[in-house]
């Protein structure tokens, strides 16, 4: 019985198999993918080498530009085999993709800055991230896309970041530094079971696209290299983030829909994310940050099973004066915390302007935020909620928390400024500006009972399979 049960569980969850027959072997793999393929070709098919040494820049792409043939005939993918690819940054030029990486294929980032193309700033953005003018390509760029899949058995992509974190904290670059993986102006995309390591900045980076899922990442980075979020969902609809694994020197999750004067006039919001069994590690960043580039707008954001250890703050707002947008609509229930500077944290003077022309009247609007469900220890200060003088942020609703604050904890364990909202069932006694509604409202700060489009995209189970000599 037991048997019968390990054998269904490594079938579904994929195989790594070698199959040896007289004369021939195969490669066979299942995976699980929004959409499969009818083409496939490996990476060595198009002169890759997995040296470590060997640029595989040229492979990657010339192989997914002759894929792209196959783009209305079912679709192609590619698969990179167990070993050592280094590659600068390549383009994903065709619809209808796979990139599937072995358990044991590494892609290391090429840290030849040549290797890297410099590309326009986004227009919601108006400049780099770290410099002004241009910045760096990510690793795997894609745009304009409908139905691509990276993934992989847990293959790994190293960003090699160091020296890009060098040159940054120097001061050396003239670009801003590049992400591993951003998807522009796409639909229907799948992030899944791959393991990111050391990037010179953020990780994933999903912006203008719609229908994204991102499961089971798992995302790592020393926590004093700087800027290297997890996953960054910017002005993308209908988008699932879930059982993923992160330490990261800066947010885990950080939700995002452009910048100051840039961002309101593009005015692409965030709205419709599901976050659900995420795991993080940030020391000095927020598991999932709202913000600070939000002036587009985010709404609807549901989070749920977030575990988080030793991260500065759980899920926190960060906004300006000049941002102008929302955050409104958010609805988290169930996290557990562990060793926080914050359990909850808003900040409504976060700066950090694009230039000097935003609007100084450009207010954002923060209301109806809602946490539920909620234990914490170890914890310095329960809370920091800090609203805007003239633009309260409104509507927050806590309820059935409770905090265990830590032996060198702040005296004053709630600090609220320019809020409003209520709080029930919530251990200690929360502050003024959020009155106690008594035990019988635990269960205020509702979370939407309906689901989203992107919670009933289900994957199927796809195959690779291929014969070699
Ligand atoms: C990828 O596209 C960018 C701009 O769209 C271009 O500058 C770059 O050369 C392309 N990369 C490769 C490897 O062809
Ligand atoms: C990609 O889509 C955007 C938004 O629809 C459009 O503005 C842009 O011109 C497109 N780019 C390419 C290369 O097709
Ligand atoms: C991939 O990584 C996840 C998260 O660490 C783990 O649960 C899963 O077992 C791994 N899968 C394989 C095939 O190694
Ligand atoms: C509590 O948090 C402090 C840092 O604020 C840390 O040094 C200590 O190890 C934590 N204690 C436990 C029991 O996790
Ligand atoms: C309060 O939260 C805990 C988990 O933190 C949960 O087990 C419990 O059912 C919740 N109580 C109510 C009344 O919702
Ligand atoms: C509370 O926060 C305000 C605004 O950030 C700050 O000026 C004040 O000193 C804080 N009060 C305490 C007791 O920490």
């Given at each position: 019985?037991e048997v019968?049960?390990?054998?269904?569980?490594?079938v579904l969850?994929?195989?790594?198999?070698v199959?040896?027959?007289t004369?021939?072997?195969?490669?066979y793999?299942e995976?699980?993918a929004?959409?499969?393929?009818?083409?496939?070709?490996?990476?060595?098919?198009?002169?890759?080498?997995?040296?470590?040494?060997t640029?595989?820049?040229?492979?990657f792409?010339?192989?997914?530009?002759?894929?792209?043939?196959?783009?209305?005939?079912g679709?192609?993918?590619?698969?990179?085999?167990p070993?050592?690819?280094l590659?600068?940054?390549?383009?994903?030029?065709?619809s209808?993709?796979?990139?599937?990486?072995?358990?044991?294929a590494v892609?290391l980032?090429?840290?030849?800055e040549?290797?890297?193309?410099?590309?326009?700033?986004?227009?919601?953005?108006g400049?780099?991230?770290d410099?002004?003018?241009?910045?760096?390509i990510?690793?795997?760029y894609?745009?304009?896309?409908?139905?691509?899949?990276?993934?992989?058995d847990?293959?790994?992509?190293?960003?090699?970041?160091?020296?890009?974190?060098?040159?940054?904290?120097?001061?050396?670059?003239?670009y801003?530094?590049p992400?591993?993986i951003?998807i522009?102006?796409?639909?229907?995309?799948?992030?899944?079971?791959?393991t990111?390591?050391?990037?010179?900045?953020?990780?994933?980076h999903p912006?203008?696209?719609s229908?994204?899922?991102?499961?089971?990442?798992?995302?790592?980075?020393?926590?004093t290299s700087?800027?290297t979020?997890?996953?960054?969902p910017d002005?993308?609809?209908?988008?699932?983030i879930?059982?993923?694994?992160?330490?990261?020197?800066?947010d885990?999750?950080?939700?995002k829909s452009?910048w100051?004067?840039?961002?309101?006039a593009?005015g692409m919001p965030?709205?419709?994310?599901?976050?659900?069994?995420l795991t993080?590690?940030?020391?000095?960043?927020?598991?999932?940050a709202l913000g600070?580039?939000m002036s587009g707008?985010?709404?609807d954001?549901?989070?749920?099973d977030?575990?988080?250890i030793?991260?500065?703050?759980g899920?926190?707002i960060?906004?300006a004066?000049?941002?102008?947008?929302?955050?409104?609509?958010?609805y988290?229930?169930?996290?557990?915390?562990?060793?926080?500077?914050w359990a909850f944290?808003?900040?409504?003077?976060?700066?950090?302007h694009?230039?000097?022309?935003?609007?100084?009247?450009?207010?954002?609007?923060?209301?109806?935020i809602?946490?539920?469900?909620?234990v914490?220890?170890?914890v310095t200060?329960?809370?920091?909620l800090e609203?805007?003088?003239g633009?309260p942020?409104?509507?927050?609703?806590?309820?059935?928390?409770?905090?265990?604050?830590a032996k060198?904890?702040?005296?004053?364990?709630?600090?609220?400024?320019?809020?409003?909202?209520?709080?029930?069932?919530?251990?200690?006694?929360?502050?003024?500006?959020?009155?106690?509604?008594?035990?019988?409202?635990m269960?205020?700060?509702?979370?939407?009972?309906?689901?989203?489009?992107i919670?009933?995209?289900?994957a199927?189970?796809?195959?690779y399979?291929?014969?070699y000599?």
């Amino acid at each position: 019985m037991e048997v019968v049960l390990v054998l269904a569980l490594v079938v579904l969850l994929g195989t790594t198999g070698v199959e040896s027959r007289t004369a021939q072997v195969y490669e066979y793999f299942e995976y699980p993918a929004m959409s499969c393929r009818t083409h496939s070709a490996s990476l060595t098919d198009f002169g890759g080498v997995g040296d470590g040494t060997t640029s595989n820049t040229k492979a990657f792409q010339a192989a997914i530009d002759h894929l792209g043939q196959y783009a209305s005939d079912g679709g192609s993918q590619l698969f990179v085999p167990p070993g050592k690819w280094l590659t600068g940054s390549f383009n994903l030029t065709t619809s209808h993709f796979t990139l599937y990486l072995h358990k044991d294929a590494v892609l290391l980032a090429s840290q030849d800055e040549s290797e890297w193309s410099v590309i326009e700033p986004l227009p919601s953005y108006g400049r780099g991230r770290d410099t002004t003018g241009g910045r760096f390509i990510s690793l795997i760029y894609g745009t304009n896309l409908t139905d691509v899949v990276l993934t992989g058995d847990n293959g790994t992509i190293d960003g090699q970041g160091g020296l890009w974190w060098e040159k940054f904290r120097k001061g050396d670059l003239k670009y801003t530094r590049p992400y591993l993986i951003e998807i522009m102006y796409s639909e229907n995309v799948q992030i899944s079971h791959l393991t990111l390591i050391n990037s010179p900045s953020w990780n994933v980076h999903p912006v203008y696209s719609s229908n994204v899922l991102v499961q089971g990442l798992t995302i790592l980075a020393p926590v004093t290299s700087p800027n290297t979020d997890g996953i960054n969902p910017d002005s993308c609809t209908n988008t699932r983030i879930e059982d993923c694994y992160i330490v990261s020197g800066d947010d885990c999750v950080a939700v995002k829909s452009g910048w100051d004067e840039y961002g309101i006039a593009y005015g692409m919001p965030t709205k419709q994310l599901v976050i659900r069994r995420l795991t993080c590690i940030s020391p000095d960043s927020a598991v999932i940050a709202l913000g600070s580039e939000m002036s587009g707008g985010i709404q609807d954001v549901r989070a749920e099973d977030i575990v988080a250890i030793n991260s500065e703050s759980g899920v926190r707002i960060k906004t300006a004066v000049g941002r102008g947008g929302f955050v409104k609509d958010i609805y988290v229930r169930g996290m557990t915390m562990k060793t926080m500077k914050w359990a909850f944290w808003m900040t409504g003077n976060y700066g950090s302007h694009a230039d000097d022309n935003y609007d100084p009247n450009a207010l954002p609007v923060i209301q109806n935020i809602n946490y539920h469900d909620v234990v914490a220890e170890n914890v310095t200060m329960a809370a920091k909620l800090e609203g805007i003088s003239g633009d309260p942020f409104t509507g927050i609703c806590i309820s059935n928390v409770t905090i265990e604050l830590a032996k060198k904890a702040k005296k004053v364990p709630w600090n609220c400024t320019d809020i409003a909202g209520i709080s029930s069932g919530v251990v200690p006694r929360p502050c003024d500006l959020l009155p106690d509604q008594g035990q019988e409202k635990m269960t205020a700060c509702n979370f939407p009972e309906d689901s989203l489009p992107i919670d009933n995209v289900q994957a199927q189970i796809c195959t690779y399979k291929r014969k070699y000599l």
